[in-house]
């Protein structure tokens, strides 16, 4: 390729082909296990004109360099030799803070710039300096002072078996920096995911992590609604089928190591508290689902389970953690250590399959012994089409909170909280994708 023409007539590609990757690979980097490249990280967010939808465009890094599977390490962005080596610099540092990586370079073939986002220093190297896997780990962790046994954590790799899908790059960062509070010794941990985005299968990989290391053996999976409960065991769960059982009744077997139940299982009344059946010692990890309801509450019944195991790391997660007066997620479990929010997940466009309708606003009342639900279609927060025609559902009395709601009066307004997590195994009956970005309406 030289031979034909010069360095500085080459393509972005040339230049990687023919010096940036064989650099990267003469430092130690294993190209088929660590390095990815053209890695799309977003699916681009969806575009809605009337009821025409498209999609922006993805976000990309030309090259993503891994320690272990699931730990990223670099992010190198390229450009051909008619730029300057740092030119790529700006767009790789925006990227690496999206997705938490510690190092970046930029390459137009002669050497790199390297940028510490920790420190934020700049250095340039030559082709022959690019820094190992092990060079760069040890960096990235020199100042956490990390045992053998705090690393042996924090490198564990995720579950995976042939077909499975792999984490996001949010819930990537979810689960790493859960990991990395834990092998610290942070005790209580909240993490702020928009619905729909896989809590429960981001929860899966922190437990799977932290049981498969021996670093927890017995942990409890709460959540409010059995549905939640019943779902999590038969998809996200299900690699833990030979450990897990759920809390039903008084029965209360020890044998197991993974224990879900509804916070009102084991909440009981005032005359009685199941949970007391355990010592308080007994669980080492506990992960509550929706942590915005009851268990927020200084008072709440739910709160005394918290309390009673105190001694057990505790991992809360919500769309939507509350801050009043008399509830706070805050003040038990701290700041959050990861918030992905609804904003991010439209701009990135996740969960939209292409067969789907564009649902952004749903309106939904009872007549004549059915659920009636209008469906809106349009772009987000701004203009809404009726779809016709509506949907008419059978009358379902499933959910008894839902059937509260529709007889309590009209409201209308932005979404409640409680009201969307009653109505949302709704949206399963109607054979359309009603996403995690999606904005409702409901004028009941």
């Given at each position: 390729m030289s031979e034909l023409m010069t360095k500085h007539e080459m393509t972005e590609e040339d230049i990687k082909l023919q010096y940036i990757t064989p650099a990267i690979e003469r430092a130690g980097w294993n190209k088929l296990k660590q390095i990815k490249m053209e890695y799309n990280f977003t699916d681009g967010r969806v575009i809605v004109r009337g009821n025409v939808t498209a999609r922006g465009k993805k976000k990309?890094?030309?090259?993503?360099?891994?320690?272990?599977?699931?730990?990223?390490?670099?992010?190198?962005?390229?450009?051909?030799?008619?730029?300057?080596?740092?030119?790529?610099?700006?767009?790789?540092?925006?990227?690496?803070?999206?997705?938490?990586?510690?190092?970046?370079?930029?390459?137009?073939?002669d050497g790199f710039l390297e940028h510490d986002m920790k420190s934020g220093k700049e250095r340039e190297l030559t082709l022959e300096q690019f820094p190992s896997p092990q060079d760069l780990w040890r960096r990235h962790i020199g100042d956490k002072h990390f045992t053998p046994e705090q690393e042996e954590l924090i490198t564990e790799p995720y579950y995976f078996q042939p077909g499975d899908k792999t984490p996001r790059y949010y819930q990537r960062i979810a689960i790493n920096r859960t990991i990395d509070a834990i092998a610290r010794g942070q005790n209580r941990i909240l993490l702020v995911m928009a619905t729909g985005t896989c809590k429960t299968y981001t929860a899966f990989q922190i437990i799977h992590r932290l049981?498969?290391?021996?670093?927890?053996?017995?942990?409890?999976?709460?959540?409010?609604?059995?549905?939640?409960?019943?779902?999590?065991?038969?998809?996200?769960?299900?690699?833990?089928?030979?450990?897990?059982?759920?809390?039903?009744?008084?029965?209360?077997?020890?044998?197991?190591?993974?224990?879900?139940?509804?916070?009102?299982?084991?909440?009981g009344d005032e005359n009685e508290e199941p949970f007391r059946a355990f010592k308080s010692d007994f669980f080492d990890l506990i992960v509550i689902d929706e942590?915005?309801?009851?268990?927020?509450?200084?008072?709440?019944?739910?709160?005394?389970?918290?309390?009673?195991?105190?001694?057990?790391?505790?991992?809360?997660?919500?769309?939507?953690?509350?801050?009043?007066?008399?509830?706070?997620?805050?003040?038990?479990?701290?700041e959050p250590i990861y918030t992905y929010s609804l904003k991010q997940g439209i701009?990135?466009?996740?969960?939209?399959?292409?067969?789907?309708?564009?649902?952004?606003?749903?309106?939904?009342?009872?007549?004549?012994?059915?659920?009636?639900?209008?469906?809106?279609?349009?772009?987000?927060?701004?203009?809404?089409?009726?779809?016709?025609?509506?949907?008419?559902?059978?009358?379902?009395?499933?959910?008894?909170?839902?059937?509260?709601?529709?007889?309590?009066?009209?409201?209308?307004g932005e979404i409640d909280r409680y009201l969307f997590d009653a109505a949302f195994p709704f949206s399963y009956l109607l054979d359309l994708d009603i996403c995690f970005h999606t904005y409702f309406y409901f004028s009941i």
């Open positions: 990309r890094t030309d090259y993503l360099l891994y320690y272990k599977p699931n730990i990223p390490l670099a992010i190198i962005e390229a450009k051909d030799n008619k730029h300057s080596v740092g030119a790529g610099m700006q767009q790789a540092i925006e990227y690496a803070e999206v997705l938490d990586i510690p190092f970046v370079y930029s390459s137009n073939g049981w498969k290391s021996g670093r927890k053996k017995k942990i409890l999976f709460l959540a409010d609604r059995n549905i939640l409960v019943d779902q999590t065991m038969q998809q996200d769960f299900k690699p833990f089928s030979k450990v897990m059982t759920k809390i039903e009744g008084k029965k209360l077997d020890s044998s197991y190591e993974l224990y879900l139940s509804l916070y009102q299982q084991l909440a942590c915005h309801r009851g268990s927020a509450k200084e008072d709440s019944r739910w709160r005394r389970i918290l309390e009673y195991f105190s001694s057990a790391t505790q991992i809360g997660m919500t769309a939507t953690p509350k801050e009043t007066k008399e509830v706070s997620n805050i003040s038990y479990f701290g701009d990135d466009g996740f969960g939209f399959r292409s067969r789907s309708a564009v649902i952004v606003c749903f309106e939904a009342y009872f007549a004549g012994g059915s659920l009636i639900v209008h469906l809106f279609t349009g772009e987000v927060f701004q203009h809404f089409t009726l779809l016709q025609p509506f949907v008419v559902l059978p009358y379902l009395p499933a959910d008894d909170r839902f059937n509260q709601f529709l007889h309590a009066g009209r409201r209308s």
